[in-house]
């Protein structure tokens, strides 16, 4: 949601061999050294003689800038044919080479070098050269023979994807998650196509994503599970697909999210996780492995992640970000408080009464610049404004929300359609008012959510996530 936290740039590079994903100065995605110091790494590099293996670099220079700069920090992992196995076996190698494939794919040159360093061919790209809109979505496929296999790599965007960002928050009344099942469904039938027309027979599928791009891959995986045998279908051995998701949100129906070949890396700590929500009959395909811990501090810290990790402020009523997260969700998701109140307790109403909205209040602010982004949050989290906010809420007052938004956009100078603002406020201000009239929680949850986004974007950062990935210790390999 921030952009400030994930628009980190990643450059590629081949020299010696060897792939470097380079991030930038401020914001970098990998860590220094200590993984290859401590034995975190699961692989040393290796040499040409042993073709099977294909050594990744991550590269993360520049601590501050370049006058600043002393030296590369460096984690090597193997691309090992090995890890292509079993699909229901985790392995925390294979792990780490999804997420680096993940943030790679932020523009079609970067992906592209990823698939060369990693000795993939036959790369496809689809979605990088169009204006993203709430009905776009961009990945990206290519093709390494591993014995007798044809492993397809595809890797689901979830950086950079602009107006893509509102299909995130159209659920839908039922089934998958409308949204990013939108997007699944596209890449299923592209890829079918791919595998037809390259004559691919012993098919594996090697499926990730961050993010949105982990929603749908999470969905992906889970259409791949269920039409696989069945006419007209991508046909794969079972064990043959692959599927590493990051920080990704619910979009699979209960009754379809057991998945032994589906991997999820998530941090509870992480607001996205709990998104959409478990009460509308939401979970994630596949199994989830929780990799938060309380020296995520330390962990951050012993690995070079260049990112200020803010203290969670706690309240009475949510004493992490977790409580938090599940105590804001089961507030809103509660019977309304009389006829004329909005509620968003089934899919319908969510539909119905904050689906839109709450898409383009999200948009708007994702939309702008960095620092008017900053301008309008800072001052809507102002002392003053906070306690107008808690008041226009907890008594419904007219227009209330949508004069304390007007205000903030015209102080930033941030261009808004005035119509389309007023309504979607209205919305919202009464979704929350409503929560706030059967929740005796909700005014201290309201007041923690606001005084938390900063933590709120560093949980969901890639740097955080990688840094805790690599102390997770869970590895059958």
């Known amino acids: 949601m921030w952009k400030k936290i994930f628009a980190a740039m990643l450059a590629m590079a081949l020299a010696g061999g060897l ?22 790494t699961s692989a040393e590099p290796v040499t040409a003689g042993e073709p099977e293996e294909t050594v990744l670099v991550f590269q993360s220079p520049m601590p501050a800038s370049a006058a600043e700069r002393e030296g590369d920090y460096v984690l090597t992992n193997a691309f090992r044919e090995s890890d292509f196995s079993d699909s229901k076996r985790f392995s925390r190698n294979l792990a780490l080479l999804s997420f680096a494939m993940a943030v790679a794919n932020r523009n079609e040159e970067i992906m592209g070098a990823f698939f060369g360093g990693a000795r993939f061919d036959n790369a496809r790209f689809s979605g990088y050269d169009v204006t993203p809109t709430e009905d ?3 990945y990206a496929f290519a093709h390494r023979k591993i014995g007798e296999r044809d492993l397809v790599a595809v890797s689901v965007r979830g950086f950079h994807y602009g107006a893509e960002w509102i299909d995130n928050f159209r659920v839908g009344e039922n089934g998958y998650h409308e949204g990013f099942s939108r997007a699944a469904n596209a890449i299923y039938d592209s890829l079918r196509s791919y595998i037809a027309e390259s004559a691919y027979q012993n098919v594996g599928l090697w499926i990730t994503g961050y993010s949105r791009g982990g929603g749908v891959a999470n969905v992906l995986g889970s259409l791949l599970n269920l039409r696989n045998g069945s006419e007209n279908a991508v046909r794969f051995s079972e064990s043959n697909l692959y599927v590493y998701t990051f920080e990704a949100p619910a979009g699979v129906p209960a009754e379809y999210a057991a998945a032994g070949n589906i991997h999820n890396i998530v941090s509870h700590e992480d607001l996205v996780v709990y998104v959409a929500p478990e009460g509308y009959g939401f979970r994630r395909a596949g199994t989830d492995y929780d990799i938060f811990r309380t020296t995520y501090r330390s962990d951050a810290k012993a690995y070079d992640a260049a990112l200020e990790l803010p203290e969670f402020s706690a309240t009475d009523s949510a004493k992490n970000g977790k409580t938090l997260y599940q105590a804001m969700l089961n507030g ?3 019977e309304p408080a009389d006829e004329s109140s909005l509620s968003v307790h089934t899919r319908a109403e969510y539909v119905e009464n904050l689906q839109t909205p709450l898409g383009r209040a999200i948009w708007l602010l994702e939309s702008m610049s960095g620092s008017r982004r900053d ?25 209330g929300l949508y004069n304390l938004m007007k205000a903030s956009l015209e102080k930033a100078d941030v261009a808004f359609d005035d119509a389309s603002l007023k309504t979607s406020c209205a919305k919202l201000q009464g979704v929350l008012s409503t929560a ?4 005796p929680d909700a005014t201290q949850n309201l007041t923690g959510l606001t005084s938390n986004l900063a933590y709120i974007g560093a949980m969901h950062a890639p740097e955080t996530v990688y840094s805790l990935l690599l102390k997770y210790n869970f590895s059958p390999d």
Not at 19 to 40: F, H, I, L, Y
Not at 375 to 399: K, P, Q, W
Not at 436 to 439: E, L
Request: charged share 20%.
């Open 375 to 399: 301008a309008v949050i800072n001052d809507l989290n102002s002392d003053m404004n906070r306690f107008s906010l808690l008041y226009v809420l907890g008594n419904n007052t007219e227009n």
């Open 19 to 40: 792939m470097a994903c380079v991030a930038k100065p401020d914001e970098r995605e990998s860590t220094s050294g200590a993984g290859a110091a401590s034995g975190e």
């Open 136 to 138: 776009t979505v961009a």
């Open 436 to 439: 706030m009239k059967n929740d």
């Open 332 to 334: 809103l998701m509660t």
